[in-house]
């Protein structure tokens, strides 16, 4: 017989002793179990001393176990033991029991955190809960300073960061900008408390002082100064203003920037009607299928086409059967109310895309927009649209967007870059406002029921099969907001699952009907795409690395390529820049042994420009991939990943790929025109394997420049534009300078972030800020700056609502400040040229298909190399 004494049942666990009467010196095995199901086994061997002492013949019979976190919730559980035999006695409290009657609840923890100060503004995050009833956000602060109360704040800012790591409710950021009277130049401490309990925040208190208005004045006055003696005054300008708060509005007030920005959206639209003029008056049917929305939300849908500015509309509500007598009402009420509202009853629910279809039939516009039931439009959408459909003669358009939750606060906004067809195979990103020509549509077709879930990513990409990328239009502007509702992929995409598989197969079926050979996969349990290119060609690459002493490095680098490259036709050229040490000697004589790997010796000053052209000279490969020594690839597919996406796309010219530094934070992820100055790299020193701003850095994209650290590059496409710019950008900008030159001609660039290596940045040359090379690099920015002009300031893969003077994907401009962002510029791409074959080819065919070379154009300056392993150049030869 077991007898088994139970000491504390409670939200801590249960806690007691247990002996056997029989073999009291053995130590009792016990199954607990609760409402009849076991949860634990467990041997009762704590040290019970008290237990010896009244009589039980050994000290080790005691136990604390932990009950499991689905039984602390609040409900009266049964809870009971069990040996082998089955024969125990429960006592508790000397009264003999059946089972336990267990009834606890987990308590409410608070998780948080102070971000510290940045750009004037105190940050962190706090959640409430625990593991049954999770984690929320929109919590109560107070904030006091030096011991004085001075705010209250809502911890409700969007925190995708924190929901992620903690899977907890996303909302719940917070950020604080002291008021004036609090913002003093010398150190204040600064405590957050979670209300009601006062539990103060982690990280907090915050000891920080601030800039002074007349301090901030006198900065000011100092860069003016600054800004009239160039080369080094420019570098203490940009030191000096990184100490100053940054006014404005970020990411993070999204709601704050969205208020200003609409009334300044909504003047310009009335200031320039006049020079706007739609011609010919066009009907655009909205089609809206319609099946059970909240009614509220419907309301307000159908209102805000009601108060479009532009009045030639028709709205089709395609009601899917909903079965809501009351919906109908509203509908037939609204019908009622204004004749351009279309009623359409099913009688059959079809889903979304036969509901659409039944739409698109009854649409008699000469454009067609597409809407969701309870989604809203700025009431300049449609005319903003039709404005931008005739500037720019499109078939296709579509608009930014965000999204609105119940309280009407505008959250999340999706600035999207201008048609991106690489970027869509990975993720919807146009998703809303979409209005199509109804000609185009005739070609397109309307909706897919077979890929419910992402019937509006399968249209978009059979649009692009039949819409030319150049009558794609994107819109700039916020123009549509998606509703936050509890089942909507808004909300949360665990609500349709369904839609994941979906959208595989829509990505599948359309590369098949391209005759791209690839597999599709999810990314991440989301409807996020990743697609792997299945090409079994393997065209030429020559891989051309310079290096300048530095052999360990060096020499790293061509073992990790020797290493992990399983491609089966490639070279490399290193370019040996006037090595000086008896290690590059020595370096030098085991490469001769390597079979495709040679050596060419450039005797002549540091210019990676021309020691790059120089090394691609007399090639013959279908490739160059121009990689400096400091790279270290780890993949043994790197390079047919990157071979893969020009053979995807004979327009693909150039392909870069991701880089980190070695603290596996991101150096490169493609560039962006405008920032400092020229160009900047995107979502630099994010984590390597998070996604950056709208998850940009997960997806293969066009780009508008990548770094030559590792870049691969057509080589006719290197002949055609000049190579490299060795005369006027000897060092920096002659990658950004040779994607802009190839893009100019018409081709395209890719990043992709399926290849990723770790890249020691300037580890042999070191940086641009050093006092001996700042006058080389302002000359070079400058150069970039007269040549490129205007497009530096209008990278179409980089919205205009984000700032070029400050963090990237994350300062918004200020609404009205630079009105020439709200006039979108006319395409200046020039006319797509005849593709070239990649194929492999003799070369005589190579010769023949070859682009033409500019009758203009000045060859390279360099002295002829011999075909040998090792070739020296020790002066440039006219």
Same mark, same amino acid.
């Given at each position: 017989?077991?007898?088994?004494?139970?000491?504390?049942?409670?939200?801590?666990?249960?806690?007691?002793?247990?002996?056997?009467?029989?073999?009291?010196?053995?130590?009792?095995?016990?199954?607990?179990?609760?409402?009849?199901?076991?949860?634990?086994?467990?041997?009762?061997?704590?040290?019970?001393?008290?237990?010896?002492?009244?009589?039980?013949?050994?000290?080790?019979?005691?136990?604390?176990?932990?009950?499991?976190?689905?039984?602390?919730?609040?409900?009266?559980?049964?809870?009971?033991?069990?040996?082998?035999?089955?024969?125990?006695?429960?006592?508790?409290?000397?009264?003999?029991?059946?089972?336990?009657?267990?009834?606890?609840?987990?308590?409410?923890?608070?998780?948080?955190?102070?971000?510290?100060?940045?750009?004037?503004?105190?940050?962190?995050?706090?959640?409430?809960?625990?593991?049954?009833?999770?984690?929320?956000?929109?919590?109560?602060?107070?904030?006091?300073?030096?011991?004085?109360?001075?705010?209250?704040?809502?911890?409700?800012?969007?925190?995708?960061?924190?929901?992620?790591?903690?899977?907890?409710?996303?909302?719940?950021?917070?950020?604080?900008?002291?008021?004036?009277?609090?913002?003093?130049?010398?150190?204040?401490?600064?405590?957050?408390?979670?209300?009601?309990?006062?539990?103060?925040?982690?990280?907090?208190?915050?000891?920080?002082?601030?800039?002074?208005?007349?301090?901030?004045?006198?900065?000011?006055?100092?860069?003016?100064?600054?800004?009239?003696?160039?080369?080094?005054?420019?570098?203490?300008?940009?030191?000096?203003?990184?100490?100053?708060?940054?006014?404005?509005?970020?990411?993070?007030?999204?709601?704050?920037? +969205?208020?200003?920005?609409?009334?300044?959206?909504?003047?310009?639209?009335?200031?320039?009607?006049?020079?706007?003029?739609?011609?010919?008056?066009?009907?655009?049917?909205?089609?809206?299928?319609?099946?059970?929305?909240?009614?509220?939300?419907?309301?307000?849908?159908?209102?805000?086409?009601?108060?479009?500015?532009?009045?030639?509309?028709?709205?089709?509500?395609?009601?899917?059967?909903?079965?809501?007598?009351?919906?109908?009402?509203?509908?037939?009420?609204?019908?009622?109310?204004?004749?351009?509202?279309?009623?359409?009853?099913?009688?059959?629910?079809?889903?979304?895309?036969?509901?659409?279809?039944?739409?698109?039939?009854?649409?008699?516009?000469?454009?067609?927009?597409?809407?969701?039931?309870?989604?809203?439009?700025? &009431?300049?959408?449609?005319?903003?649209?039709?404005?931008?459909?005739?500037?720019?003669?499109?078939?296709?358009?579509? %608009?930014?967007?965000?999204?609105?939750?119940?309280?009407?606060?505008?959250?999340?906004?999706?600035?999207?870059?201008?048609?991106?067809?690489?970027?869509?195979?990975?993720?919807?990103?146009?998703?809303?406002?979409?209005?199509?020509?109804?000609?185009?549509?005739?070609?397109?077709?309307?909706?897919?029921?077979?890929?419910?879930?992402?019937?509006?990513? &399968?249209?978009?990409?059979?649009?692009?099969?039949?819409?030319?990328? &150049?009558?794609?239009?994107?819109?700039?502007?916020?123009?549509?907001?998606?509703?936050?509702?509890?089942?909507?992929?808004?909300?949360?995409?665990?609500?349709?699952?369904?839609?994941?598989?979906?959208?595989?197969?829509?990505?599948?079926?359309?590369?098949?009907?391209?005759?791209?050979?690839?597999?599709?996969?999810?990314?991440?349990?989301?409807?996020?795409?990743?697609?792997?290119?299945?090409?079994?060609?393997?065209? %030429?690459?020559?891989?051309?690395?310079?290096?300048?002493?530095?052999?360990?490095?060096?020499?790293?680098?061509?073992?990790?390529?020797?290493?992990?490259?399983?491609?089966?036709?490639?070279?490399?050229?290193?370019?040996?820049?006037?090595?000086?040490?008896?290690?590059?000697?020595?370096?030098?004589?085991?490469?001769?042994?390597?079979?495709?790997?040679?050596?060419?010796?450039?005797?002549?000053?540091?210019?990676?420009?021309?020691?790059?052209?120089?090394?691609?000279?007399?090639?013959?490969?279908?490739?160059?991939?121009?990689?400096?020594?400091?790279?270290?690839?780890?993949?043994?597919?790197?390079?047919?990943?990157?071979?893969?996406?020009?053979?995807?796309?004979?327009?693909?010219?150039?392909?870069?790929?991701?880089?980190?530094?070695?603290?596996?934070?991101?150096?490169?992820?493609?560039?962006?025109?405008?920032?400092?100055?020229?160009?900047?790299?995107?979502?630099?020193?994010?984590?390597?394997?998070?996604?950056?701003? +709208?998850?940009?850095?997960?997806?293969?994209?066009?780009?508008?420049?990548?770094?030559?650290?590792?870049?691969?590059?057509?080589?006719?496409?290197?002949?055609?534009?000049?190579?490299?710019?060795?005369?006027?950008?000897?060092?920096?900008?002659?990658?950004?300078?040779?994607?802009?030159?190839?893009?100019?001609?018409?081709?395209?660039?890719?990043?992709?972030?399926?290849?990723?290596?770790?890249?020691?940045?300037?580890?042999?040359?070191? %940086?641009?800020?050093?006092?001996?090379?700042?006058?080389?690099?302002?000359?070079?920015?400058?150069?970039?700056?007269?040549?490129?002009?205007?497009?530096?300031?209008?990278?179409?893969?980089?919205?205009?609502?984000?700032?070029?003077?400050?963090?990237?994907?994350? &300062?918004?401009?200020?609404?009205?400040?630079?009105?020439?962002?709200?006039?979108?510029?006319?395409?200046?791409?020039?006319?797509?040229?005849?593709?070239?074959?990649?194929?492999?080819?003799?070369?005589?065919?190579?010769?023949?298909?070859?682009?033409?070379?500019?009758?203009?154009?000045?060859?390279?300056?360099?002295?002829?190399?011999?075909?040998?392993?090792?070739?020296?150049?020790?002066?440039?030869?006219?």
């Amino acid at each position: 017989m077991i007898v088994c004494q139970i000491d504390e049942f409670s939200v801590n666990g249960i806690r007691g002793w247990a002996t056997d009467t029989e073999n009291p010196s053995q130590p009792v095995f016990l199954h607990a179990l609760a409402d009849g199901q076991e949860f634990l086994q467990f041997h009762c061997t704590d040290l019970r001393e008290d237990v010896y002492e009244a009589g039980i013949p050994s000290k080790n019979t005691g136990f604390h176990i932990t009950v499991p976190h689905s039984l602390l919730d609040g409900e009266v559980h049964n809870i009971t033991f069990k040996n082998r035999l089955n024969q125990i006695e429960i006592y508790s409290d000397n009264q003999k029991l059946e089972y336990i009657p267990f009834a606890a609840k987990l308590p409410v923890e608070t998780r948080s955190f102070v971000d510290g100060l940045k750009q004037g503004v105190l940050s962190g995050w706090v959640v409430c809960g625990n593991d049954i009833e999770g984690w929320k956000g929109n919590q109560q602060l107070l904030v006091t300073c030096d011991g004085q109360k001075i705010a209250q704040v809502e911890a409700n800012r969007y925190r995708g960061d924190v929901g992620k790591a903690l899977s907890c409710d996303p909302y719940c950021g917070f950020q604080f900008s002291p008021p004036e009277l609090y913002r003093k130049p010398y150190q204040q401490e600064f405590r957050f408390y979670v209300l009601p309990d006062m539990i103060e925040v982690t990280n907090s208190p915050c000891l920080t002082s601030f800039v002074t208005d007349a301090h901030e004045s006198l900065i000011i006055d100092v860069i003016d100064k600054i800004d009239s003696l160039h080369v080094e005054l420019t570098r203490l300008r940009r030191q000096v203003r990184e100490i100053l708060p940054q006014p404005g509005f970020t990411i993070a007030d999204y709601h704050s920037w +969205a208020t200003s920005y609409f009334p300044v959206l909504r003047k310009y639209v009335d200031r320039t009607r006049d020079d706007a003029t739609i011609t010919g008056n066009p009907l655009v049917s909205i089609v809206c299928p319609v099946w059970n929305p909240n009614l509220t939300d419907f309301r307000a849908a159908v209102e805000s086409v009601m108060a479009q500015t532009w009045q030639n509309w028709e709205l089709i509500l395609v009601d899917d059967c909903s079965k809501n007598p009351e919906l109908r009402a509203v509908i037939e009420d609204f019908a009622k109310v204004d004749p351009r509202i279309k009623p359409l009853f099913q009688e059959k629910n079809g889903g979304i895309s036969i509901a659409t279809n039944a739409g698109l039939a009854a649409a008699k516009g000469e454009w067609i927009a597409f809407f969701d039931h309870d989604d809203l439009l700025a &009431d300049v959408a449609v005319e903003y649209m039709l404005r931008e459909a005739q500037r720019s003669h499109a078939d296709l358009i579509y %608009s930014d967007e965000d999204k609105i939750d119940a309280s009407g606060y505008y959250r999340e906004p999706a600035f999207k870059t201008d048609w991106n067809y690489r970027l869509l195979l990975g993720v919807n990103y146009v998703c809303h406002f979409v209005m199509i020509r109804q000609s185009a549509l005739q070609n397109v077709g309307g909706l897919n029921k077979d890929y419910d879930g992402a019937q509006d990513h &399968d249209f978009l990409l059979r649009a692009s099969e039949h819409v030319p990328a &150049d009558k794609i239009h994107h819109v700039p502007e916020i123009l549509y907001h998606w509703r936050i509702t509890a089942n909507s992929t808004a909300s949360d995409i665990g609500n349709k699952r369904y839609a994941i598989d979906a959208g595989i197969k829509a990505v599948s079926d359309h590369l098949a009907r391209k005759n791209l050979p690839a597999k599709v996969d999810s990314q991440m349990g989301m409807t996020l795409y990743k697609v792997d290119w299945e090409f079994n060609q393997s065209p %030429s690459v020559t891989i051309i690395i310079p290096y300048k002493d530095e052999i360990a490095t060096t020499a790293r680098c061509l073992e990790a390529i020797q290493k992990y490259t399983r491609y089966p036709n490639y070279k490399v050229i290193l370019v040996d820049n006037w090595s000086i040490t008896k290690e590059a000697a020595a370096f030098a004589k085991k490469v001769d042994k390597i079979p495709n790997v040679e050596i060419l010796t450039v005797k002549e000053p540091f210019n990676y420009s021309r020691i790059n052209n120089l090394a691609a000279k007399d090639e013959k490969s279908d490739f160059l991939l121009f990689l400096n020594n400091d790279v270290f690839v780890e993949q043994e597919n790197w390079l047919q990943i990157l071979v893969n996406e020009a053979l995807a796309d004979p327009q693909v010219a150039i392909v870069g790929g991701k880089f980190v530094y070695p603290n596996q934070t991101v150096q490169h992820a493609g560039v962006l025109l405008g920032i400092g100055d020229v160009a900047g790299h995107a979502h630099v020193g994010i984590p390597r394997n998070e996604g950056g701003y +709208a998850g940009r850095a997960y997806f293969p994209q066009e780009i508008s420049a990548v770094t030559a650290a590792g870049m691969l590059i057509r080589r006719p496409a290197f002949e055609l534009v000049g190579g490299f710019d060795e005369e006027h950008l000897k060092v920096a900008f002659n990658d950004i300078d040779l994607c802009l030159k190839v893009r100019d001609a018409g081709y395209k660039v890719i990043w992709t972030p399926e290849f990723c290596a770790e890249h020691h940045e300037s580890l042999s040359r070191g %940086s641009d800020d050093r006092p001996s090379t700042e006058r080389r690099f302002f000359h070079e920015t400058q150069f970039m700056i007269e040549k490129w002009g205007n497009t530096l300031l209008t990278d179409p893969f980089y919205n205009p609502h984000f700032t070029l003077d400050r963090q990237v994907f994350f &300062d918004l401009t200020i609404p009205g400040v630079d009105e020439t962002r709200y006039s979108p510029l006319a395409s200046t791409r020039k006319k797509i040229r005849p593709l070239w074959p990649v194929t492999t080819s003799t070369a005589e065919e190579k010769k023949a298909s070859a682009p033409e070379e500019p009758t203009a154009k000045k060859p390279p300056v360099r002295a002829r190399r011999k075909k040998t392993s090792s070739t020296t150049i020790t002066s440039p030869v006219e």
